[in-house]
């Protein structure tokens, strides 16, 4: 969207973003969701990394993200998905990391 | 910056939205600090509220923020190009506009919270010293939560958020009420929300009726009811948004005269100034040549008039009335005059009364013709045309504007006169204009219904249209009836002969009598030579009798001195 080829967010394979809202119960129940997903799955990603909008707030304008927990997936080739939610569908999640 | 623009009512501090329309239903605007939220169908003019409202922001050099869960940046900026206003959206440095419909492609997994969105609008109202936010389609993004309490929990966060940073929110939604088998996110929203407007439309005829209304405005006066809306290049209008106030109207006592002299006479001088006349009428019955008469002479008293008509362009009334003596060229050339003409069908019946309304405003006439107001009735909301038009009458009433609506009534109307009898009511003078048919003939007639104030003649009267103008005719009544036509002009022949005679009778008689009077004369003459000669006469025989006494004086005395010589000189 409003990235360039040398963003941090257009990596040579695939990444993970978790955006948060400080120790909000649902940002933190998403972050224990993702932690064990990761750590259960054999896929080849790099573990997530996290913005907290409160400290950030223009990252959410950057990303075009602005409800949080938010897991945002950039594959390879730059395509993005996102995930909204406490990540609390074990089987919704393992589905959006494996690009299913 | 946040003081601008605010007023208090009753605790609750209200923020002018800066449409004027908007800003008078609502006596004041909107919530200084807290949501308001607009509900309404798809395409009903959401999100144009809420571009224009920050639009007016930007004007009075306030600042905004909008974000749309449903179009992006530029789609929102095109959207509002189509509006005088704007371009002030894409060049102010005080307007914010945040793309959010990213949220509309993702997945959902569980609830989530808004405490982002509400970070990233402080951010950026704070970035542009906003007063105003606009989130547009929020129905976007609390669809996604798994329940609506969640939902709705969010919706009083966002409120209480925007109480507390004294920020004017404006939420806008779908409304999806004939679906019942989804869900509406929106509702438990309508309790808990201290404002909600709602916008709706329907067909009508095939055209587009917008409306607005009111539906809560906790703790504050505001007009309730359900008005007509529309949107044009300056944006949305309420036209019957302003409060008609009767006190302003000014008593009306001066006279005007309608053009027609003879119309004149009998309502006693003319209509009166800030009146409504009505002229009702069959097609053809000269209604527009009684207008045209109306604005002419108005005209010609070097006021301003104004003629809009629904049935002819004004260079064929022009013309049409230039051969009945009537000059609307030249009041036209010099500024006093102007002929507006419309298409009844062409708009809705607000659109009709706005563009009335604007073209008042900018003309400012002294009198003022619609010729046939109940063109009104033919275009698109006809429903509403009788509350335009008791709009627009209120609005010349209060302007001290003469008015003259003329209405076309139907040949098969068994009342006849009037379509407009409700307007009738309204009006201060009601003529009507017929046909007679009789023996033959189709003559105009002109008869006056009402008058307020005046002691008019209730008598109908002919009307006929020559080149030296309007004419009324006198009346004949002949027994129960009135004449006219040939009828008439026999009857004035009738008169006309008898009066000639009369007169030539007359005339014999005054030959007679000074005939009389000259052989009289003569008589006269002749008695005064006879007195003459009489009294020439007595007089001369009184000299013969003295004559005669001396002679008889003279011979007694010869006879004495006869008879006594001696003594006759004793007598002398």
Known sequence: MNLTPADDAHPKRTSLILFVTGEAPRSRRAHHSLSAALDDSSLDIAPAREIDLLREPQQAIRFGIFATPALLRIDASGNRRVLYGDLSDERRLKDFLAAL | ?572
């Open chain 2, 1 to 572: 910056m946040k003081d601008t623009g605010t007023i208090a009512e009753h605790g609750l501090v209200k923020r002018a939205t800066g449409i004027h329309d908007l800003d008078t239903v609502t006596h004041g605007g909107l919530p200084a600090g807290g949501a308001t939220l607009v509900i309404g169908e798809p395409g009903c003019g959401k999100t144009i509220i809420g571009l224009q409202i920050l639009a007016s922001a930007l004007a009075r050099g306030e600042g905004g923020v909008f974000m749309s869960f449903e179009e992006s940046r530029d789609q929102i900026l095109r959207n509002a190009d189509a509006f005088r206003w704007g371009p002030r959206l894409r060049e102010s440095s005080r307007c914010e506009i945040i793309d959010g419909q990213s949220m509309r492609r993702a997945e959902f997994s569980g609830a989530f919270d808004i405490d982002g969105l509400l970070a990233v609008l402080d951010l950026c109202a704070r970035r542009v010293e906003g007063t105003w936010i606009v989130l547009d389609g929020i129905d976007q993004l609390l669809r996604r939560q798994l329940d609506s309490q969640t939902a709705i929990d969010q919706i009083a966060q966002l409120n209480d958020w925007c109480i507390e940073h004294e920020y004017s929110l404006l939420l806008t939604g779908k409304h999806i009420s004939s679906d019942r088998t989804q869900p509406d996110y929106l509702n438990g929203i309508e309790f808990m929300l201290s404002t909600i407007l709602v916008l709706s439309s329907t067909l009508v005829d095939k055209r587009l009726n917008r409306r607005f209304r009111i539906a809560k405005y906790r703790g504050t006066r505001h007009n309730p009811d359900e008005l007509a809306m529309l949107i044009d290049d300056g944006g949305i209008h309420l036209p019957y948004a302003d409060p008609f106030i009767p006190e302003t109207i000014p008593a009306a006592g001066e006279r005007l005269g309608t053009g027609i002299e003879r119309l004149d006479k009998i309502l006693d001088g003319g209509v009166y100034r800030g009146s409504i006349t009505l002229i009702s009428g069959q097609p053809g019955t000269s209604k527009t040549t009684l207008g045209a008469a109306f604005v002419a002479a108005a005209a010609g008293r070097g006021e301003r008039a104004l003629l809009i008509s629904f049935d002819e362009f004004a260079r064929q009334i022009v013309r049409n009335v230039a051969t009945l003596g009537i000059d609307l060229q030249t009041p036209i050339d010099s500024g006093h005059l102007r002929v507006v003409a419309r298409a009844s069908w062409d708009a809705l019946v607000e659109e009709h009364y706005m563009a009335l309304l604007a073209l008042i405003d900018e003309f400012q006439p002294d009198c003022l013709v619609i010729d046939p107001a109940s063109a009104l009735l033919k275009s698109s909301g006809a429903d509403s045309a009788f509350l335009a038009l008791e709009r627009l009458l209120a609005v010349t009433r209060t302007r001290g504007i003469t008015l003259m609506l003329t209405s076309l009534s139907e040949a098969d109307d068994p009342f006849g006169e009037s379509t407009l009898s409700h307007a009738s009511t309204l009006a201060d003078t009601w003529i009507v204009l017929r046909y007679q048919v009789k023996g033959g003939e189709r003559n105009r007639s002109l008869s006056v219904v009402k008058s307020r104030g005046t002691a008019h003649s209730n008598q109908v009267r002919e009307m006929t249209l020559s080149p030296q103008g309007i004419e009324l005719a006198d009346v004949y009544p002949y027994g129960s009836e009135v004449l006219m036509g040939t009828a008439r002009i026999q009857k004035e022949s009738e008169e006309f002969a008898l009066r000639q005679r009369q007169l030539k009778e007359r005339l014999r008689q005054q030959q007679r009598l000074e005939r009389e009077i000259d052989k009289t004369r003569a008589l006269v003459q002749q008695g005064q030579e006879e007195l003459e000669r009489l009294q020439e006469e007595l007089i001369a025989e009184s000299h013969d009798q003295k004559e005669v006494d001396r002679g008889v004086d003279q011979h007694q005395d010869s006879v004495i001195q006869r008879r006594n010589p001696g003594q006759g000189g004793l007598a002398q």
